[in-house]
């Protein structure tokens, strides 16, 4: 993840279909503004998801190492927000 003193990405929250959150290819993070009716343990995973894509931009397995340090639940979180809000 990137270090202390690092800026923040450019947020923007919209209105989206099919997924969660997003980290475009200029590091702007976009967020559905459904996650409004979500747990703050949800949006805190979605959150650190995207950001996570800032060091890897895909899923692979450095991703999910890295993402499991960080926020060791996410799974968890991930469930319960798909059962929450799906």
Not at 31 to 44: M, V, Y
Not at 64 to 81: A, N, S
Request: hydrophobic share 35%; glycine share 4%.
């Amino acid at each position: 993840m990137p270090g202390e003193g690092t800026p923040a990405p450019p947020l923007h929250i919209r209105r989206l279909t099919r997924r969660w959150g997003s980290l475009t290819a200029t590091s702007t993070l976009i967020l559905n503004r459904a996650l409004i009716r979500a747990s703050t343990k949800a949006i805190d995973y979605i959150i650190t998801h995207e950001l996570c894509h800032l060091v890897y931009p895909d899923h692979g397995r450095d991703f999910v190492e890295l993402l499991t340090r960080t926020l060791p639940d996410w799974e968890l979180r991930k469930h319960r927000l798909e059962k929450q809000l799906c």
